[in-house]
């Protein structure tokens, strides 16, 4: 796998993850006593959400001493009498940025858990939710970090102005309803359907309803697409009547974002798997989608199979072995083509050396016989001339004429000079 991929994508992932923890921010739950002050506080573009408030005497701790509970004893209303003000500390702190509550002014006769009289403390959690500013746009990209928009303000979810949400191509977007509205205040109404709104889903062509049915968080609806609108609905009897506790929608982006392939590669999705292949080879890698994150390896589209990845090693093998069996194939073929040459050519020469050979002693016997023949002759002029130095008692013509019907055959024999001799021969006879 390419070493710079691998660092980007964990450090995208590294980064993923801070930027969630730091944005949705869960406090530990704390003890506040009575003479203290509960006093959150939450950044810009963020406001308190409650998760938890209860207030009494709960246990031995910060507030509460042992020796006290030795002096006035263990009774249930010493030690472990309680009440949950969490409407009380919506009502004051969630959906606001910051918010003072004094433990001493929580206590009433409608809160009164313990005996009278007795020291009590406030333990609470909260958490800071980020909240979209309307005030800027009504088009807000989601993320993995969940977003919230206050349904009770009046800019943006109208019809001609919907709140847009948009996910990145891939993901999808899960709406939920945060409705911090006491539960007592809504039994009146049993389990109908108090109409907010409407998610309309464009991808899905279909309008989902958003009810509020007195749970304090529920999942309202799983977009199809990437994108959603919301159209709130501004004169609701839940938002004329519950003006004093916010209610939120919360919207996050779920799954894995679209892997934008490269020239060299081709791609495949369905749900959560992704399949990544090369155009050049038969490389392809598998990605899942896990916790938003695709999690696998992802090789080099290269021609040269060394480089290929770890994940399909076996296929790589294989291609390697096919590489190596082809080059050994190629050397073979070209050394017998080689010595098939060598071969052709050896031939050739010895079939002209033959030639030649039987050339030359072609010529050399006919040299031979030219010469036996012409030596004969010459020794047969030669005892010729013999007989004629010793000549017989004829006539001069009649050796003259001998020697003349001679010459021609011994001249040819001679040359030139043979004929010269010849003459000189013939004069000296003739005188």
């Not at 309803?177 to 049993?190: R, Y």
């Not at 007195?214 to 990437?226: F, P, V």
Request: proline share 3%; hydrophobic share 30%.
């Amino acid at each position: 796998m390419d070493i710079t991929k691998l660092l980007l994508y964990v450090t995208i992932s590294m980064t993923s993850s801070m930027t969630k923890g730091v944005s949705s921010i869960r406090e530990q739950t704390k003890e506040y006593c009575m003479t203290e002050t509960f006093k959150p506080q939450c950044s810009k573009n963020e406001v308190i959400l409650m998760e938890s408030a209860i207030y009494g005497r709960m246990q031995i701790g910060k507030c509460l001493k042992a020796e006290e509970i030795e002096t006035l004893g263990a009774g249930p209303r010493h030690l472990g009498c309680s009440v949950d003000v969490l409407s009380l500390m919506d009502e004051q702190c969630s959906g606001k940025m910051t918010c003072e509550i004094r433990v001493f002014d929580i206590s009433d006769d409608k809160r009164q858990p313990c005996f009278s009289g007795l020291n009590m403390h406030l333990e609470a959690s909260y958490r800071c939710i980020s909240v979209a500013d309307e005030t800027r746009n009504c088009a807000v990209k989601v993320s993995r970090t969940p977003t919230h928009i206050d349904i009770s303000r009046n800019v943006c979810g109208t019809q001609s102005q919907p709140w847009t949400l948009e996910a990145p191509i891939g993901q999808k977007l899960v709406v939920s309803l945060v409705d911090l509205t006491p539960t007592e205040s809504q039994n009146g109404n049993g389990n109908r359907c108090q109409r907010m709104g409407y998610i309309v889903d464009r991808a899905a062509g279909r309008n989902i309803s958003i009810c509020g049915v007195g749970s304090r968080e529920k999942q309202l609806y799983a977009s199809t697409g990437n994108a959603v609108e919301i159209v709130l609905d501004r004169h609701s009897e839940s938002n004329k009547n519950q003006r004093n506790f916010p209610i939120f929608l919360s919207f996050e982006a779920v799954g894995c974002s679209d892997i934008v392939p490269s020239e060299d590669n081709w791609l495949k999705r369905r749900d959560d798997v992704i399949v990544i292949g090369c155009y050049s080879s038969r490389q392809s890698w598998q990605l899942n989608c896990i916790n938003g994150k695709w999690v696998g390896a992802i090789g080099n589209c290269s021609k040269d199979i060394s480089k290929s990845d770890s994940i399909h090693e076996s296929h790589s093998v294989s291609e390697t072995q096919l590489s190596y069996k082809a080059q050994v194939l190629a050397i073979v073929s070209i050394c017998g083509f080689t010595l098939a040459i060598c071969f052709i050519i050896i031939c050739i020469g010895a079939l002209c050396l033959r030639r030649y050979y039987i050339q030359n002693k072609a010529k050399s016997d006919y040299r031979t016989l030219n010469y036996e023949s012409d030596f004969g002759r010459s020794k047969e002029l030669s005892g010729q001339k013999t007989s004629s130095a010793f000549p017989t008692h004829r006539t001069g013509d009649a050796v003259n004429g001998s020697l003349a019907h001679q010459l021609p055959a011994y001249s040819l024999y001679l040359g030139q000079g043979g004929v010269n001799n010849a003459d000189n021969h013939h004069s000296q006879t003739s005188t």
